[in-house]
Every structure is written in structure tokens, then in C-alpha cells.
């Protein structure tokens, strides 16, 4: 799989990198928890197993780079299944001047190369965010209420408790328990076109500012892939950073110290660009019709030595 993935990139003249797995860095995305690891000999700081090579191949592309690539280990702190394990191979790619359908394009051609003969026969759907929720829930996700989605989840007491008052948390559970569980199993669904809320390290919608150009690449309810047309502006991303810490301080999370390189990296000129992250794992779970990421990895982590 890896072979025909590199395969792809070479015929597409996209150049493979290698970035660092540890940095005095910490993604700060209230939904991704890092592995920190504490003060010792060569930094006085902590320093943090990296969550994706973004940040640093989002640096290489402002100095100068082309289309770039990375298949890389990367780790995530709380994430431990059926469809997760903390360790796991991550295939990160960026394409230069493409917009949302060419990435979207781009993304199911790489999931096509992947997969070979395993790949579903039927054509991938594509599904507007707003309308996903619309047909799944009955659901104006512009005009709905943190209370609205609570009561759509038959939420009690208990659940209403955990999840809290904010909007988006409350269409994350239901996009999960409702949206995605409804998608076909037997064909690829593109979810696209994020709330503004969620745009994550998008940009906005040009045409639609309610909207970001961030989309999901789904399997029935199982994400393989994740991709924005990339925020340029170093100004509006340090503000999304410091909301993410501000979220994280307000739920009693560990505030992440936010990446200045990249930013100067962004101030000194990111070029309009694109970028996706998938798991191999996943796409080796779909090439083997697996249910458990942990059938289709050598060394797994059940939480015991």
C-alpha cells in the first residue's frame, strides 16, 4: 500500500519530506490531546510528541518548497480502540493553488491508489455539511441551539452534563451518533464544507463566509481522511490559537504553547495551498474489510505492558 501510495506521489511530482516527531510545540486544537513529555536535559521546557507533521511541512512550503508529502509516526494522547491507537502512521500531503474541488479530487485519487482492487465500486457522494444535518437530524444547523441539539440527541441529565453548552461540541456528538452512522458502507462519502466554527486551520468559504473549505473523506461512519484549502493569514491564525487555549483553560485542559515558528512562517508567506492527513491504519482496515485497527497493526497498544 505504502508502495503504490509513493508510487502515485512520484507520477504527480510531489516530493517527500521528513519532519521532526518531537518540538517545544503543542498542536493547541481543543479535540487533539498531545503526549508531553516533562523538562529534562536538552530543554528546559517541555516538549511535545507531535500530532502531525502540519505545522512543520506548513513551514517548508513558505521557505521555498513544492508539492511536499510526509508519511510519518504520529501520536495522540486519549486515543485508544477500535479505531484508534496513540501511535499511527499518518500520510500528510500539501498541493500548491489548489482549491476545495481539486484537493477533494486529489484525496479520493490517493484513496484510489491505496485501496487497488479493494477500492468500492460505487462512485464517492458528496454531501454539504449543512445538508448532512438536514437530512439525518431535521436539522438548520444556522439557526439551531446548543438546547435544540441536546434534545435531538435525547440527551439526559448525565450526557448533558459531559458534553456541556457549547454548539459545536453538541454537532460533533450528533455528527457522530447520527450524521456519519447514517452514511453508506459500501461507497466513499465527502463531507464538506464545515461550519466557520469548525474551520480548524481552514479558510473561510470565499463565497460563503458562514462556511469553511475543510472536508472529511468517510467510509460508512469511519473518517480516512481529513483536509482544509489552508489559512494564509498569520494574523487570524493566531487568533483561532488563543480561542483554542482559551477553550482549553475553560475546561480545565492544558494550555499549549503556540507555535511561533509558524507563524512567522505564515507572516513571511504561506502560498495559497492545500492539505490533507490520513491514517494508513484505517485505509489497511478497509483494504482487509477489518472492524479493529488493532487485526491490522504488528505491535498494538491495549493500555498494559
Known amino acids: 500500500m505504502l508502495q503504490r501510495i509513493r508510487e502515485y506521489f512520484r507520477g504527480q511530482h510531489v516530493l517527500e519530506v521528513d519532519t521532526p516527531a518531537l518540538s517545544p510545540f503543542a498542536v493547541s486544537d481543543t479535540h487533539i490531546e498531545s503526549f508531553e513529555i516533562g523538562s529534562c536535559g536538552v530543554s528546559p521546557r517541555p516538549l511535545y510528541l507531535q500530532t502531525s507533521p502540519e505545522f512543520h511541512m506548513k513551514r517548508l512550503l513558505a521557505a521555498g518548497y513544492p508539492d511536499i508529502y510526509s508519511i510519518c509516526r504520529v501520536f495522540r494522547d486519549g486515543e485508544a480502540g477500535r479505531r ?13 493553488g489548489m482549491g476545495l474541488e ?12 491505496a485501496l487497488g482492487d479493494t477500492a468500492p465500486d460505487q462512485a464517492p457522494q458528496m454531501v454539504d455539511y449543512r445538508s448532512a444535518f438536514a437530512s439525518a437530524c431535521g436539522i438548520d444547523i444556522d ?7 441536546a434534545r435531538a440527541a435525547d440527551a439526559d441529565d448525565e450526557l448533558r452534563q459531559a458534553v456541556g453548552g457549547e454548539k459545536d461540541d453538541w454537532l460533533d456528538l450528533l455528527l457522530a451518533v447520527r450524521v456519519v452512522a447514517a452514511f453508506p458502507r459500501n461507497r466513499l462519502t465527502v463531507l464538506r464544507h464545515f461550519p466557520a466554527s469548525q474551520a480548524a486551520l481552514a479558510r473561510l468559504c ?19 481522511a481529513n483536509g ?38 505564515l507572516r513571511s508567506g504561506l502560498p495559497p495551498c492545500a492539505g490533507v492527513a490520513m491514517g494508513l491504519e484505517r485505509l489497511q482496515m478497509l483494504h482487509d474489510s477489518a472492524e479493529d485497527m488493532r487485526d491490522v497493526v504488528t505491535f498494538d497498544f491495549r493500555g498494559s505492558a
Not at 484508534?84 to 500531503?93: G, L
Open 84 to 96: 484508534h491507537q496513540p501511535e499511527f502512521t499518518m500520510i500528510e500531503w500539501y498541493r500548491l
Open 102 to 113: 481539486g484537493i477533494i479530487d486529489d484525496t479520493l485519487r490517493v484513496i484510489a491508489a
Open 143 to 149: 439557526t439551531v441551539s446548543a438546547a435544540d441539539l
Open 206 to 224: 470565499p463565497a460563503d463566509a458562514t462556511v469553511a473549505d475543510r472536508f472529511e473523506v468517510f467510509l460508512g461512519p469511519v473518517e480516512l
Open 228 to 265: 482544509y484549502v489552508e489559512l494564509t493569514d498569520a494574523d487570524e491564525q493566531a487568533a483561532r490559537m488563543a480561542k483554542d487555549n482559551e477553550q482549553r483553560r475553560a475546561r480545565g485542559r492544558p494550555v499549549r504553547p503556540v507555535d511561533r515558528l509558524l507563524l512567522d512562517a
